[in-house]
């Protein structure tokens, strides 16, 4: 047979111009090889407890299929010659893969057509290490797969690292099987639930030669992996069919994207690795690019969608279970889920309209300054409302850019797929209706691509710090939303409030509510427990909150720091209703038991001291019912 190493197939030449990436990957195609070295047989052969492979079925449909070893155990898999691998699977009703045995079977060997196309993937998930395969069954007695190329390079960075273990206890049964799904029909609601918690998919496509190409480009199967955090496949609500998988930045081959692009077919297949049920899935299929595939999904312009037009769910199948006590370790290069625009919630929000210009900035310190946005009256938006001690997600693409492409940044992993979203507390205060204009209260963080262009406008400014600027050109963000529940409420405040540095924003927009609420009763009692490197500008913060804040609001305010000899002001006012303490060192464990009985506990810091301060917490007697922990933005 021939081997399709004359160039890229008409497909992925297709979605390689649409992604741009033709000119960087036009000489690329030599990668796909004729035979496996030996370290590649050495893996298929002594590493693996399974493999996904592509079967097509007898309407040329392609299906991601599940092969294992009996038992789940390793060594299913021999390699008689560089070119050839020998699978003894273990297979289950309901697998696809078993129409083509019986086909086969049926024809006695002699049912050459691509329907004996066949495409695998070795991977393993303790490593991230994957190679792909793909050729012709040659024989099933037992299933041979001969193999014609070999594409040696992919990328592993969206594998979900997990403990995978033989499980021979397995008994599949088959719940639900379609062949061919009604245009009126859904999928049943509990196989929705299963896609949306996914984080991994297996993915099987095809191409289909002509016959004038086809000595250059032959019919072959392709078979994929593809990971993200669970929740990144979506599902259509309105129609239950649609399957929407975004696409994340990777190799730049896109042989999936290229077989989808020329045939408009593919196959999806879902395993549960905590109970081994499987969904495999089936149907038309089409990649789409820019402007559309945002018209789809939020904040992401490149998506396959898929029309499902064929399942079979089949429940407790996989030979293989994640192993008992281990957890999964998410891939960090993984972007954050993204919504349809059809779904409630982050996927379409309420205030999408609306846009925030930088008006004015104030660098503090070296890397901590407070930016003032206005928002614009919009015809036709929601009134933009937002609780003290809530956030605001804002998307800087528009004026930032899209990051330039790199394949892997293990220094960084969030360079890739760098949305240009962002996420920050609001640290002023809005609770008389409408914002109109909001603060946020910035640490610049290192070689960060948003908080480093916002403090570049301060640099470029060179004003002393302290000083207002406004910016010589326009800053422009679209507001994605408003989000959090760690607001303050509109009872009265019996409460525990510890910060860890900048984690004290939202407190300071809490602060600031208190000052300007009109209060009928009832006493405010607030201990704020601060850790800080810098105690004298976290002071300068909140010295004119306090000197707003009404004589009946009883406060406390407890700074621990590291640093030496910090004294407090002495112009600093000091009610009967207000008291400042400054204590060297950490938090001590004693605190807890002093402050905490009776309050209601907010915690905002980085993960480490907000861990540190629940367990100390939790040793005071403190029930995690009180507690409530903010997501450091």
Request: aromatic share 8%.
């Amino acid at each position: 047979m021939a081997v399709a190493l004359h160039g890229w197939h008409p497909g992925e030449v297709a979605i390689q111009r649409h992604l741009g990436f033709a000119d960087a990957v036009s000489d690329s195609w030599p990668i796909v090889a004729r035979s496996m070295p030996d370290q590649h047989r050495l893996f298929h052969t002594s590493n693996l407890n399974f493999i996904p492979v592509t079967a097509i079925d007898k309407h040329g449909r392609p299906w991601a299929s599940i092969m294992a070893g009996p038992g789940g155990e390793i060594g299913f898999v021999t390699s008689p010659s560089r070119q050839t691998l020998s699978i003894v699977a273990s297979l289950w009703d309901g697998d696809p893969i078993l129409e083509t045995v019986a086909a086969w079977m049926k024809d006695s060997g002699i049912y050459e057509t691509d329907n004996h196309l066949i495409a695998g993937l070795g991977i393993e998930f303790s490593t991230r290490r994957r190679n792909k395969f793909a050729g012709r069954i040659d024989d099933i007695h037992p299933l041979g797969t001969r193999i014609f190329d070999l594409k040696s390079i992919n990328c592993p960075k969206y594998i979900n690292v997990r403990k995978l273990v033989p499980f021979a206890h397995a008994r599949p049964k088959i719940i639900y099987q379609v062949e061919h799904l009604q245009p009126s029909q859904r999928l049943p609601q509990d196989l929705v639930d299963f896609i949306l918690n996914a984080d991994t998919i297996f993915v099987g496509s095809i191409y289909k030669s002509q016959k004038s190409t086809a000595s250059q480009f032959p019919s072959h199967a392709g078979m994929n992996a593809r990971g993200g955090l669970p929740g990144f496949l979506r599902v259509s609500p309105s129609d239950g069919r649609t399957i929407v998988l975004p696409d994340y930045s990777g190799n730049r081959f896109v042989s999936s994207l290229g077989n989808i692009e020329a045939t408009g077919l593919v196959g999806f297949t879902i395993v549960s690795f905590t109970t081994g049920d499987v969904l495999y899935m089936t149907g038309t299929a089409k990649n789409i690019i820019g402007q559309e595939a945002l018209k789809i999904m939020k904040k992401h312009a490149a998506i396959t969608v898929m029309q499902v037009s064929g399942f079979t769910f089949v429940k407790d199948a996989l030979p293989l279970r994640q192993q008992a006590g281990t957890s999964v370790e998410r891939s960090p290069y993984s972007p954050k889920v993204k919504y349809l625009v059809e779904e409630s919630g982050e996927g379409s929000s309420e205030n999408a309209d609306y846009k925030a210009v930088l008006d004015s900035a104030v660098q503090l310190s070296e890397n901590l300054a407070v930016f003032k946005f206005k928002v614009p009256p919009h015809k036709g938006s929601k009134r933009l409302e937002i609780r003290p001690g809530q956030a605001v997600v804002l998307d800087f693409m528009d004026w930032i850019g899209p990051p330039k492409y790199q394949h892997m940044s293990n220094a960084k992993p969030s360079l890739i797929n760098d949305d240009r979203i962002r996420t920050w507390t609001v640290s002023s205060a809005h609770e008389d209706g409408e914002a109109s204009w909001f603060e946020l209260t910035m640490r610049e963080l290192k070689n960060g691509a948003v908080t480093g262009a916002l403090f570049d406008i301060l640099r470029q400014s060179n004003t002393q710090y302290g000083t207002p600027i406004t910016p010589r050109k326009p800053v422009v963000a679209e507001v994605v939303g408003i989000t959090g529940d760690f607001y303050l409420r509109q009872n009265n405040v019996n409460a525990l409030w510890v910060a860890g540095g900048i984690g004290i924003t939202p407190f300071l927009s809490m602060l600031s509510a208190l000052s300007t609420r009109n209060r009928s009763g009832g006493c405010d009692s607030i201990t704020l427990a601060l850790a800080t490197k810098e105690p004298a500008l976290m002071v300068d913060l909140l010295r004119p909150l306090l000197a707003h804040l009404a004589s009946d609001i009883r406060i406390v305010i407890d700074i621990f720091t590291h640093v030496n000899g910090f004294q407090l002001p002495e112009d600093i006012t000091q009610r009967e209703s207000q008291r400042l303490f400054i204590h060297h060192g950490r938090i001590p464990a004693e605190y807890w038991i002093k402050t905490a009985e009776n309050k209601n506990v907010l915690i905002c810091g980085p993960g480490g001291f907000g861990d540190s301060a629940t367990e100390g917490l939790q040793a005071a007697g403190v029930s995690l019912e009180r507690i409530q922990r903010e997501g450091f933005y």
